[in-house]
């Protein structure tokens, strides 16, 4: 599309505001709103400009001129803003150069879809992600010096069987791990994802189906897979979407991945094809009817596990939900079928859409980055010829420990310091780079140490009387 072209479709749809909409390096989306009056061919051709010093890790308050160059496709409708509001999706660039700045999480991701055409080893890869997430009725958290606590509240708890608005209750409640699939009126939000997906439509994006998830006041709504950069888009998408229509139904959505404990946490499997001219390429006549090149890919996955759950599962709350008994995986193994491992192969109707499902990554992610990353660990898995070895068919939380299994990081410290030994499958075709990868590294860390330097409140109920 030609900026003539959107300044006239812009004109037709009389839109009002105009947000240019970009990613930081930790999946947060921000943007900038400017009056229809403002905006003419010049600006969508050129970019604004903004300021890059108050993200974090982006750049020095002595170096803070940033560029947004928006992507005249991505345009659409913002059903969460003023009437005619309207979204452009941008990249961001160094103004010094002229080039795709290497922190931006859009530009690596749009390096690591060109880095898969130039290996020849495929030309497109699909990613489907099903990110699940919570909705409360109320939501209260504090982190003073003195003062530590959250306080969460829902209709659907086992312990607030079906109280309404009105105080009162229904007896209709949801048992921890007991909400799957379920229905009104025990699945008290089926209304509220009803409007999530007709916003999500009118925003563009394709959707499937939704439904109650495992855990209480838990839902996941499915959304038509794309190819990686458009998929990642898409996400960001989702996120808003899911957050602002919640707002808007007097709920709190969240994606964090262990909200609650005792009960199931929010991944996001992330089902994933290499096609190559108008042809998948993982369907075959090994395990699982996986073709070589299928295995290969999975190898990389589950050689460089460790380090991908930087990205894949980028919090400390991430590692309260990859524990056994909780739908989440703990070792990296493969297998047909089996949700207690990384890697499932899901059965499939037809053979074009033979796939793999990793099942490690949750919504926190910035999916830029975990796609990316995945892609290239695949990529090596193919390159280097990495077999993954022998499927595991037992349901994996009956391992016994000392097993020979490799596992997923324990924490995200663990994930950092695997990040940091193994990264070379990332910077392959200078798709990631060591100052991007340093930069999150040193963020996360910072992170990781100061959530462990607090008070935690159950240390109070072991060790207050000791």
């Not at 409640?173 to 994802?193: C, E, F, N, W």
């Not at 899911?242 to 139904?249: E, P, Q, R, S, Y």
């Not at 290969?296 to 524990?323: E, M, Q």
Request: include cysteine.
């Amino acid at each position: 599309m030609k900026a003539s072209d959107l300044i006239k479709i812009i004109t037709q749809e009389q839109s009002s505001y105009l947000t240019f909409r970009f990613t930081d390096m930790y999946g947060k989306w921000y943007g900038i709103a400017y009056h229809i009056s403002a905006v003419d061919q010049k600006t969508l051709e050129q970019g604004i400009m903004f300021d890059g010093s108050s993200l974090p890790s982006w750049r020095d308050i002595n170096n803070s001129d940033m560029l947004l160059k928006p992507d005249l496709t991505s345009y659409c409708f913002d059903p969460f803003g003023n009437e005619g509001s309207h979204v452009l999706i941008c990249d961001v660039y160094d103004p010094s150069t002229g080039k795709p700045y290497n922190r931006d999480p859009r530009s690596i991701a749009q390096k690591a879809e060109a880095y898969l055409k130039k290996s020849g080893l495929a030309d497109t890869s699909y990613f489907g992600p099903e990110a699940e997430f919570f909705l409360f009725d109320e939501v209260r958290f504090g982190a003073e010096h003195n003062t530590l606590y959250y306080s969460v509240e829902d209709q659907e708890m086992p312990n607030k069987p079906g109280q309404n608005e009105l105080g009162t209750t229904t007896g209709h409640s949801i048992d921890l791990k007991k909400g799957y699939t379920a229905m009104l009126p025990q699945d008290a939000t089926q209304h509220v994802r009803e409007d999530m997906m007709k916003y999500l439509i009118e925003m563009g994006v394709e959707v499937e189906k939704h439904h109650h998830e495992v855990a209480t006041c838990q839902s996941e709504i499915g959304i038509k897979y794309a190819t990686l950069t458009s998929m990642a888009d898409k996400m960001q998408k989702y996120k808003y979407a899911v957050l602002n229509t919640a707002d808007m139904h007097g709920k709190s959505a969240t994606f964090m991945p262990k909200p609650l404990m005792s009960d199931n946490g929010s991944g996001m499997h992330v089902h994933q094809s290499l096609w190559k001219n108008g042809k998948p390429l993982f369907p075959g006549k090994s395990y699982a009817g996986l073709s070589e090149t299928a295995l290969y890919y999975i190898g990389g996955i589950l050689k460089h596990g460790r380090a991908l759950n930087a990205f894949t599962n980028p919090t400390t709350n991430s590692y309260k939900r990859l524990v056994s008994g909780f739908e989440a995986p703990v070792y990296l193994a493969y297998s047909a079928c089996n949700r207690s491992v990384a890697c499932r192969i899901p059965s499939v109707p037809d053979e074009n859409a033979r796939r793999l499902e990793a099942r490690f990554p949750d919504p926190t992610a910035n999916a830029y980055l975990a796609f990316s990353a995945m892609l290239m660990a695949g990529l090596d898995g193919i390159k280097n010829k990495m077999h993954p070895g022998d499927a595991l068919e037992e349901n994996a939380y009956d391992l016994k420990e000392g097993n020979a299994v490799p596992r997923v990081a324990e924490s995200l410290e663990s994930a950092i310091d695997a990040l940091s030994k193994d990264r070379a499958f990332l910077t392959e075709g200078g798709v990631f780079d060591d100052d991007m990868l340093e930069a999150y590294i040193k963020h996360k860390k910072n992170e990781a140490e100061s959530i462990r330097d607090t008070v935690h409140p159950i240390e109070y109920k072991y060790y207050y009387s000791s």
